[in-house]
């Protein structure tokens, strides 16, 4: 290794592990969720879809990949708080620290690179943020989709007990009020994040590449390896 660059550890092993199942997760929800949105597709065309179970097949899949959601993100809610690595709902806190150090990396990227005033050792806050709300885009997927989920239990009962569709009214029919109070704003409001999120995808690989390219750190090796690279100068400031 160049000796006047420094590794910089940026993500724990669990981290990543996190970081890929969503990532996988992700285009097999869009995947399959654009399916049973709109079954554009069917397997051999001679048959009937129903006949192929694809649409069966595509819900159980959207269904294992939201279940994958679910724990992935209780633990990133857990780290958020209280991670031993570093705790990123710091970032977030509108103090002046943080608005400042959001402006500069706005106007980096915006100046394409001319000015760089900010610590690039540690997640910034633009990069923290821009992470939380992709996060809560996928809360409010969680909540709308298993909204959707227990219309299928109307009658109140299921395989494990009358507790469970209770408790999912209980936790998700507050998105009926707040999409408009119908169940088909609560299907369209589940579709258009769906959009949402998947601009958020690509500026987000847009900007991973960018930095690299820019910053000639090799941000984009971080969620393979778990580290960056950066000068001795830049990474001995505080």
């Known amino acids: 290794m160049n000796q006047e660059y420094k590794q910089v550890k940026r993500m724990t092993p669990a981290m990543r ?8 997760s992700m285009i097999g929800a869009i995947a399959t969720g654009l399916y049973i949105g709109h079954p554009y597709y069917q397997t051999f065309i001679a048959d009937g879809a129903v006949d192929k179970y694809v649409m069966a097949w595509n819900r159980y899949g959207h269904f294992i990949i939201a279940i994958i959601f679910d724990v992935t ?3 990133i809610v857990y ?3 209280f991670s031993r690595f570093e705790k990123p709902y710091k970032k977030v806190i509108p103090n002046a620290k943080n608005l400042i150090e959001f402006k500069d990396v706005v106007v980096n990227l915006l100046s394409l ?3 760089n005033e900010f610590n690039s050792t540690h997640s910034d806050s633009f990069n923290t943020v821009y992470f939380t709300i992709f996060h809560l885009l996928l809360l409010w997927m969680l909540f709308t989709g ?6 299928g239990l109307g ?3 299921s395989s494990i007990g009358s507790w469970w569709p209770w408790m999912l009214h209980v936790a998700t029919d507050w998105t009926l009020y707040v999409t408009g109070g119908s169940k088909m704003d609560v ?3 589940h579709h258009y994040t769906m959009w949402f999120i998947i601009c958020w995808i690509v500026f987000h690989i847009y900007y991973q590449v960018w930095r ?3 910053w000639k750190e090799a941000d984009i090796a971080i969620v393979i390896g778990g580290s960056k690279f950066v000068k001795q100068d830049k990474a001995n400031k505080k």
């Not at 592990?17 to 996988?24: E, G, S, V, Y």
């Not at 298993?146 to 219309?151: A, D, H, P």
């Open 17 to 24: 592990i996190i970081h890929w199942l969503n990532a996988f």
């Open 113 to 115: 690179n001319r000015k």
């Open 79 to 81: 780290l958020y708080f």
């Open 155 to 157: 009658s109140g009962l």
């Open 73 to 75: 993100s209780v633990a």
């Open 212 to 214: 690299t390219i820019f």
């Open 146 to 151: 298993l909204q959707m989920y227990v219309w």
């Open 187 to 189: 299907r369209l409001s």
